[in-house]
């Protein structure tokens, strides 16, 4: 007990002289204590060290930060542009089933798919035939009914009463669909 009331004496009244005195850094003395706190001889230098270092610190890390900044804006421009090379850039699809439609497909064909006013668009260019979708794969699906509904249409038709238009469009779906048997 005698050691806890020595320890806290200089707390006992925190209005006293003897605790301002115990606790300025610059005093730091207790009747019969060793100085606390107190400073080395060369502190200035130390401290201007201290400053120097802090100061290199706050440099490397302004320069990381710059350097993060920047390569995040590098990513975000990259990510911008694989973007707008997937949406700018047409791909070939190709066709070689019609399923799930009862039709067989006698001769590969490639479809075009390109995105174009928020959309993609499928071509089948030989037979002069286009559908869109929300996705690439929506607008392939659709390019497969239409070919497919086309081909209905003109296989049931005389080839007589087609116009020039028409009458190709059938030669073409003739050449690379069939109805199953």
């Known amino acids: 007990m005698e050691k806890a009331s020595r320890i806290a004496s200089p707390y006992s009244n925190l209005s006293s002289p003897d605790f301002f005195r115990w606790y300025s850094r610059s005093a730091c003395i207790l009747e019969g204590r060793k100085r606390i706190g107190t400073y080395p001889d060369n502190w200035q230098e130390s401290v201007t060290d201290l400053f120097g270092s ?53 001769k590969p064909f490639h479809a075009v798919v390109r995105f174009q006013d928020d959309q993609y668009i499928s071509s089948f260019f030989d037979a ?10 929506e607008a392939i699906s659709n390019l497969k009914d239409i070919i497919t509904a086309t081909f209905e249409m003109l296989a049931s038709m005389d080839d007589d009463i087609l116009g020039p238009g028409p009458l190709k469009q059938k030669s073409v779906l003739c050449e690379f669909i069939s109805m199953k048997d």
């Open 54 to 106: 802090l100061q290199e610190e706050i440099v490397s890390k302004i320069q990381e930060a710059f350097f993060i900044d920047s390569l995040q804006r590098d990513i975000t421009l990259l990510k911008y542009r694989c973007d707008l090379l997937e949406r700018l850039s047409p791909i070939l699809v190709p066709i070689e089933s019609m399923a799930p439609e009862p039709f067989n497909v006698i």
């Open 128 to 137: 002069n035939l286009t559908a869109s979708g929300d996705t690439q794969a």
